[in-house]
């Protein structure tokens, strides 16, 4: 048994939910699922305990009607869990969206014991972290992290970063918590929370699900690579419809996903080939189905120039929704051999910016055999 | 040194003769050369020692003469090698091409003792088989293949198979002698020729040289799989202006490279999901850099549906002429590990079609790491 | 009024069938049909009178359960009508399909006899023949055709050269009909039929309804000879996984169907680009809904090579159904025109290969004011 | 004769100068020039006279020198005319490039005056604008704009303004020249310069010259229109590496770009579908060749959904050098035929944004036979 807390109820963590419970159904194959059935902890397992978002309009509803403006077709075992009210601290500022959170009523630091008591009584395990993209600055040191939640500076801190702070409280004191971090806030790519986290038995996992045109583009990259093809340049266009695209029109977001995305071409190829990769555009119609382009020229044998196109419709929510069922269980796994910290074999494959901050990325058919191997499963090729 | 000697002077094999120059005269970077500058074996230590063709525009001419068609900036470097008279067998049947082979003045026997005194004299150490894709049927015993030799019937074998079987004599007489076959006629893949390998002090690198849409196409599947999307249907066009297409519009060479292609679909995914995998047609402007289409559906998590669509300008011989750098390298590499029969560690990642028969194709990022170890190289990524 | 009788009721008759239906009961916007309300005759207007096949499964079936497999949103307003025994002649040759006709219990010329006898019956004003695309032979002279009838030649004559003559009759006989040739059999290209025509008070639009990847590069380049660019050469690829696909992996009607689509290249450039289009194969799951892929190569300003690649993912069946909308009121409107014979404005927009056999292809977007003249309606933009 | 000046050296109009000159030597084709010999006035009539540029490192030097920067492959009958100072007013701002313009030394006012003196000694006839990208305002009445001079305010008027200015006091004192505005700064579009125009003897065709993915994007959404196909959404990204682009990434100027293209939806389709159309991004590699790619969305018959993604490379400045081949002469002959103010038959074919201001966009291929009736010319198709 995985007891699984959400933090932002929104269209990824609502594909989750659904998803989720079709399979434990039988009603649905685990398509999406990278682990499938071949865990020793099964997707049948995975029970979601609690839900939070700031989002006024889903707080206090029950998970099922917050899930079916998401997907018509989710089931009815969603029933019974309301959704709790978290913290916002501008995660939804300039979003047509009216937030309330705890903060709004009480102190940080009142907030955090406030969720940790819930969290005691939920008996959570392991925290999944889907809020919207935030703007945010990495800590430099705890002295600072504390400092800022002490003196309640609301202007330094994003949810995820109070959401970290308080599961790392809440691990302490109840023996072991997994927080995965599927957004692009550093978390496991900074020290100071992974610090945090080897002194507070708690395991992250971050930063920032790898789904969408990055993981595929990482493998073309590979590709190239290793034919010691000469990448010219790069360019990536993606556009979609949702809230998270919406929510990236903002400048300063925008920012922080460039900055997550950009890191793969100088780790994969061993140069930084000259490239153009940030979310591009919000079009309303198309939903929560993307629209992606990219275009790589390369030097290949006797100084031929080769050009490929990749343009392609994904999912977004359900390509990330696929990967949590696998993390919820691979968190638990973690706890369960105290593996407190950050665990890059698990990130290498799972995340666009894997932790910790000194590690990069790896081609991901290498990451997912690494992974399997840490995970207790022979790996599939090597 | 690696004394090479090429069966089949098109473009490939002009491609890598001018493209291998220019690298040896520090003239041009090493890129499409997997290894580059990575075995004990350099670059510079590839010599051509003989070139052989059935073209009659071409046999007897010098090879500068012959690679300059293909290459206008070929070096000067290339003179002083005659392009010798080969075997051809059909293989230009139905190309607007004026063959002439040995066989047209004596018994393939015969033909054969020549070859195999040619390479004494050669010194040969490595062949290169880039002849045209040719119709062709495996050999189902030793005493088949013997038999067709003695009564010199023509029309059971075909140039690959003759040049296959004089090269064992070759390596039996002088000691070892690598083959590297880089056309899809089965070779590295029919036991028959594996088994002529294991007792003639042969190496044999084959089927079909790994370039093009098929191996991109298997890491994108790969890709896939490894996330456990399922693959509704997957489409490949590919359309080329180079004598290879126009060979492939002949429906019974065409045949051959389908029976190649396909077999990926299922190594990769573990099901074979409906696929249309194979060349398409010839359009003369586009000369050697084809365009190629790729389509694939597949589904994700929570059932959603999601497309890829991959086009490209590829340039067809350097991409093989690339690999051709490695391949004779690390042939000459096989016969100081005496590692006669076939080496499956290099064919899963430079062939298309890897040997022996038994076995499949692995992730190409996975066979690149094995590749190396094989070498003695280290991994670059486990 | 329109009373129409429909020639083959497969996908494109069973979604022009159930899309008509939803737009006359206001449940449908009338997307997909260029003229839409613009018309005197309405769409409303159209009623569909009678409806033929020759596969036994649809054969005395209810159109409503016939349309229903293709569309399960079909309206039961479909109900009350039955599908009659047609004329196959070879027409589902190499199909997984059981045919049944009127001529394996009669000759030709008594099943000729017996469709007129049940036009008049179902008074039949415009036929719509959208069969299975056939291999055929166009005919010389009126003589050679009346003689393959007189004779029971059922190896020279298709089913659509058989209805086109067999409506003939009818028009004579009643003072007027209208046939569209919604399939590439070449009929309003055939300048017997259109004789044949003018003498009987009989409208012929045709040939091949223009939809796919093929008007759409007319438009493409057209816009580059109107620029002045040189084309250098067109690849257009198809692939889908309805019935007409899989007819047309037979190479006899697949060659009928590269006729009539290369000639767009010439006639819109001037010149005769290579050019590679036709379509190129069947993969079941595409379904209705085809991918087509299209590259092509152009000289700009200063001798500047530009590319374009154009992808798609294109419904079949309602591009078709949609102009049939429109082609069944304008039959109408020929009749009331008296233009028998065949009409060139009508058969520029909305055929491939428009009739009569000495007119090529325009740029569709004047065709399409030329249409709207011709139908009495303004211009759009001239 | 048509004695052209040229006002902005950069990449178009180098392109323009050279592929000019190279046709009059008879070593082109003129390719890319949409009436290419059919104008009365041929393309060996046009003789540049003059040009002007306001990058220190252009002024002062010989066109030859500065073309050969763009087009190694440039003419040396292009030696001769030295590349005189100009205006910029801030045209350069935000540019790796030292800007030197005449008001550095002077009023506005005087700049003018010498400019209008020089362009008498040269004889001018038609200026071609082809000036970096401005951010601008446009005028409201003739009195605001001329105040602005009066009291040389320079942060209310860009370059083009000022030279539009300039030349209608030039065709005023010399009876006739016409100004081909190819930039987004509206001038055909601002009803107080198309007065000036009228009152000064002036011609105006503008605004924008109608090249890249527009005019493209244009023909298909006309093809659409004329299907009755109902557009859902539109994307369209375009990258590239020339100093256009690079000035794009400035947001004010993207602006102006954003405004003009936006137009073509509603003016084609008839209702505003949901786009995003906007040049993306700078990517220093790709050059003068910009990468292009288009998704659009529809619905066809029956409530199909239809998808069409649509990528290419395309040379940015020789696409629109070609059309200013055509529109020297026909400013020629605009003011042969006293055409004062702005040309709509001109402008709807070879302008993005074609004024005057309250005329909109119509389907580029009924604009191309409209404005060759203008010419005297055929009609090629109606």
Redesign the interface.
Known sequence: MVRVVILGQGYVAS?FA??LE?IKAGK?????????DELPIKIKDIEIVGSYDVDASKVGKDLYEVVKAY?PEAPESLRGITVRKGIHLRSLKNLPIEAVGLEDEMSLKDAIEHLVNEWKELRAEVFINVCTTEAFVPFESREELEKAIEEDNRDRLTATQVYAYAIAQYAKEVGGAAFVNAIPTLIANDPVFVELAKDSNMVIFGDDGATGAT??TA??L??LA?????V??I?Q?N?GGNNDFLALTDKERNKSKEFTKSSIVKDLLGYDA???IKP???????GD?K?I?M?I?Y?????????????????DS??L???L?DLARLGKIALDKKAYGTVYEVNAFYMKNPGPKEKGN?????A???MRMWAGLEP???
Chains 1, 2, 3, 4 share one sequence.
């Not at 790896?362 to 290498?366: E, S």
């Open positions: 594909i659904s998803g079709k649905l194959e685990p398509y999406g699922v990278p682990l499938a997907d993981p595929f493998d073309v590979s590709h290793q034919r010691n093809r000469y010219l340049d360019a266009f556009i000259p490239h153009y591009t555009g919000f079009l309303e119609p198309l189905k629209f382009a275009h020229e030097v290949s044998f006797n100084g031929a120039h080769d050009e490929l196109v990749i343009t392609g419709r994904i999912n359900p390509a929704a696929g990967l069922v790896i081609p991901r058919i290498i997912h055999e690494k599939k090729w090597l």
